[in-house]
């Protein structure tokens, strides 16, 4: 199908003129289609879809209408070409062109004193189908945001629209309308509708939902982007066709949940931030769905667990927090904390607490910490006074990731060979006393190089930025700089909290998540050999 999108705010000349194009395509074997901006069919009760949003939209001197559903009090799940300069073009993220405003909980529009009004405030679309998520500037209380399905629709399913778009001889009306429909064929990103009986999507229902209805529950399976508009007031009263097209939504409930959740990551006080180390404590593994979680220590004792969502949006790489410890908690006195897999059914930790015991927890997950083992007694001098900095990983080629590579203030740097066998009685040295590493001030493994044990990243006091590739437990191997020490050059003299993992695509832990000394915080996806690429600021400073 050929789309060629139409907006509401076209003048009835431009819409038959469109329409008459679209019937010469035709005639010419052209399968072409024009957006549906409403839905022919029964008006929908009150309270029927209280997550039905109507969406009214200024493009500088053009009005659009067109109809939304609510996901998460803050958002709401729309097309793309709602928000579009002229059809086809990308719509950018972030703030709307111009004015828009959301009307949610009202599916009878003239009782102005239900539901609420919203500003939308930005946009979050999809590049590969017509969908885009879209901000409200508060939350709406009172109303259940719509789930979105994970069942694919399937050939000949019974589907509902719904929207407030025109119908057979209203060109604004009152109520929300919905129609029943018939899936048809199925892309990856799109599936045809057929209309039963009469029904057809007209201008005004772009972006509404499709709805599939499972053992008595109903969730959205597509979202409404194109239409033949037969049937529709104003439409060629020649075109008789009433089929649509919807943008699949079934595969994308982890970025619904991702994007929905971005708000509450960035707002929470970033530069409390004392400590970050990444694993799989959630369920997820390498390869799987679910992305790396992260865990952070803040400075009042609180420790903080961000699911991974299972999108590979490096702007909204988790979905869900849960709260590890309380504030007050005993973990005001960790002063190190680095994930390991000691070959449980998640990762677990080590934290080196400020009287120089170190302890391991062999699991780690959304109810907390498991399975402690200490490693090293209280007040034990030799954690407390002489050890540095520390980190996990897989140095040794073999086993699990639970090697711990340990710099230490005389400048010696030490690995202690599986954790979770050995405790801390394997140690080899792989670099002698000195003075440049007790200027080592932010260690992190990864896999940035593709060898196969990890690699080490340090930061250093200066700013400059290097990574040891592929470490073998032996010796440092060959660095490679990624950030140098000049300050014009580099401000990684600011990086005060790093950790990397596996956020965007579950393959690689070749993503860098630095909290800066500002509070801000960034994500640098798919560092490699040659260093940063993209930057995503993920908080603001704070």
């Known amino acids: 199908m ?22 010469a395509a035709m005639a010419a074997g052209l399968l072409t289609a024009t957006a549906a901006h409403a839905v022919v069919g029964d008006q929908a009760q009150d309270g029927a879809y209280p997550f039905l949003v109507k969406l009214d939209i200024t493009m500088g001197d053009a009005k659009r209408a067109c109809t939304g559903t609510l996901v998460d009090p803050r ?130 229902d772009t972006g509404g939902p499709v709805l599939s209805t499972t053992g008595g529950h109903t969730a959205i399976v ?54 970050m180390t990444a694993g799989y404590y959630t369920g997820g593994s390498a390869g ?25 949006d490096p702007a909204h790489p988790f979905s869900a927090e849960y709260q590890l410890a309380p504030r007050k908690s005993i ?17 677990g930790v080590v934290v080196r607490w400020i009287d120089g015991e170190m302890t391991l927890y062999t699991t780690v997950d959304a109810k907390g910490f498991h399975g402690e083992k200490q490693l090293a007694p209280a007040k034990n001098e030799t954690w407390r006074d002489d050890a540095f900095q520390l980190v996990g990983g897989r140095f040794t080629a073999g086993g699990h990731r639970d090697d711990l590579l340990v710099d230490w203030k005389d400048g010696h740097v030490s690995v202690f060979n599986d954790v979770a066998v050995n405790g801390l009685k394997k140690q080899t040295q792989v670099v002698a006393k000195n003075t440049t590493w007790p200027h080592a001030t932010q260690l992190t493994s990864g896999s940035f190089t593709g060898k196969t044990t990890d690699d080490l990243l ?65 994500l640098f996806p798919g560092v490699d050999a040659k260093g940063l690429h993209d930057e995503f600021r993920l908080a603001p400073a704070n």
């Open 2 to 23: 050929k789309d060629t999108p139409m907006f509401a705010g076209r003048s009835r000349t431009a819409r038959i003129s469109a329409l008459l194009t679209t019937a």
């Open 288 to 312: 799987g769905t679910r992305h790396m979680d992260l865990i952070v220590v803040w400075d009042d004792g609180e420790v903080t667990l961000y699911q991974g969502g299972e999108g590979n």
């Open 458 to 522: 340090v930061r250093w006091s200066d700013g400059e930025t290097t990574i040891y590739p592929g470490m073998n437990g032996k010796s440092l191997p060959g660095e490679l700089k990624i950030r140098p020490a000049r300050p014009d050059k580099s401000n990684w003299a600011d990086a005060t909290v790093v950790a990397a993992g596996a956020f965007t695509a579950n393959t690689t832990a070749d993503d860098i998540i630095v909290r800066w000394s500002d509070g801000h915080v960034s």
């Open 222 to 275: 597509g979202v409404s982007s194109l239409s033949w508009q037969g049937g529709c007031l104003g439409t060629d009263p020649a075109e008789t066709r009433t089929g649509a097209s919807a943008a699949r939504v079934d595969d994308l409930a982890g970025w619904v949940k991702q994007v929905a959740y971005g708000p509450a990551f960035a707002g929470a006080p970033w530069d409390h931030a004392v400590q």
């Open 75 to 204: 958002w709401v799940l729309t097309a793309a070409s709602c928000f579009a300069d002229t059809p086809g073009a990308a719509v950018p993220a972030g703030a709307p062109k111009g004015k828009a405003t959301a009307t949610v909980g009202r599916s009878d529009l003239s009782n102005t004193s239900a539901g609420a009004v919203r500003d939308i405030v930005e946009l979050v679309p999809r590049t590969d189908r017509d969908l885009v998520m879209v901000r409200l500037a508060s939350a709406v209380s009172g109303v259940t945001p719509a789930s979105v399905t994970t069942s694919a629709p399937t050939e000949g399913e019974s589907l509902q629209s719904a929207g407030f778009g025109r119908t057979r001889d209203e060109w604004v009306p009152d109520h929300a309308h919905t129609a029943a429909f018939t899936a048809g064929t199925l892309t990856g990103t799109s599936v045809q509708l057929a209309a039963s009986g009469d029904a057809a999507i007209c201008k005004g």
């Open 331 to 347: 973990w005001i006195k960790a002063l190190s904390v680095t994930s390991v897999n000691t070959g449980g059914g998640t990762d």
